[in-house]
């Protein structure tokens, strides 16, 4: 069966850099969520999108951002990078009635 | 807010043998979604099993299954006959309305040859 694609997978940036993460949806889910993970936590929830419109929002940096496009594939844009955006980046997928969200392989994300 | 708290930080199991993780959550909301997510060294969130809070069965995916206590707000993971394959990071999770997904701050499982 077809999962969530993410690329790229690993992203070196340096300190004020930008980053693009992209995710690529189960085919027919409509709804896409961001999360992120930092070392030895939990995944924290950055912003959701249902059929192109935002759905909800996390502790999401205002120095990040994030649209979900036609095709459902969704880009997370990241500005002036801090060392302490390094992080795992998932994106997860779901169909909006069954509640249950599938996770891409995620992008770790270094910056230096 | 809705909390989901895991107070086993690290958990070990002989091969073959059954563990239990546990699980607690706080909510005012009714009906809801819980789910058990496992992540292993390849920091691969994959889906274990998912417990709709209106159903009353406990729900069981092979050899893994939950007792879900809707009262108590608890929602504890049983694995059985625990293989190497079963050493990750596990982590519970609560769901209400589509919204985002609130973890706990997970167990990590050690499987003893």
């Known amino acids: 069966a077809a999962g969530v694609i993410q690329s790229p997978r690993h992203l070196i940036k340096e300190k004020r850099e930008t980053a693009t993460l992209k995710c690529y949806p189960i085919?027919?889910?409509?709804?896409v969520y961001w999360y992120q993970q930092g070392p030895g936590q939990d995944p924290q929830f950055l912003i959701s999108?249902?059929?192109?419109?935002?759905?909800d929002k996390g502790s999401i940096p205002d120095r990040f951002s994030a649209q979900q496009f036609s095709d459902y594939h969704s880009e997370l844009n990241m500005s002036s990078l801090e060392l302490g955006d390094s992080a795992l980046y998932f994106c997860?997928?779901?169909?909006?009635?069954?509640?249950?969200?599938?996770f891409g392989p995620g992008t770790r994300l270094l910056v230096l | 807010a809705q909390t989901v708290t895991q107070s086993q930080p690290e958990m070990s199991v002989q091969e073959a043998e059954t563990v239990t993780l546990s699980c607690t959550y706080d909510?005012?909301?009714?009906?809801?979604?819980l789910f058990w997510y496992k992540q292993p060294p390849s920091r691969q969130m994959i889906l274990v099993i998912r417990q709709e809070a209106y159903k009353q069965q406990n729900a069981t995916e092979n050899r893994f299954s939950v007792n879900f206590q809707k009262a108590a707000k608890s929602f504890s993971l049983k694995i059985s006959d625990s293989q190497l394959g079963d050493a990750a990071m596990y982590f519970c999770?609560?769901?209400?309305?589509?919204?985002?997904?609130?973890f706990g701050t997970g167990t990590r499982l050690t499987i003893i040859p």
């Open positions: 909510t005012s909301e009714s009906d809801y979604y």
């Open positions: 999770a609560y769901n209400f309305g589509n919204e985002k997904l609130t």
């Open positions: 085919p027919r889910h409509d709804t």
């Open positions: 999108f249902y059929e192109k419109m935002q759905s």
């Open positions: 997860a997928s779901s169909l909006r009635q069954t509640e249950t969200q599938y």
